[in-house]
């Protein structure tokens, strides 16, 4: 079996969710499977000393 396409998401995100909705067709058309690897994208711009977009500055 190939390997799956690793989905990074932080479901927090509309834009994941939507996304998660569309991947596994994706994933089929190419005859692959679906990994989801949730993450916390607050949490890796924290850890990065980095502010998302609305936090200003």
């Known amino acids: 079996m190939p390997t ?3 989905f990074h998401c ?3 995100s509309p834009y994941a969710s939507l996304a ?3 991947v596994h ?3 089929d058309g190419y005859g ?3 990994a ?3 993450s916390s994208f607050a949490a890796l711009l924290d ?3 980095n502010q998302g977009a ?3 500055g």
């Open 4 to 6: 799956p396409i690793r």
């Open 10 to 12: 932080d479901f927090l």
């Open 20 to 22: 998660w909705t569309q």
């Open 25 to 27: 067709a994706l994933a």
């Open 32 to 34: 692959r499977g679906v």
């Open 36 to 38: 989801p690897i949730p």
């Open 47 to 49: 850890a990065n000393g």
């Open 54 to 56: 609305s936090e200003g």
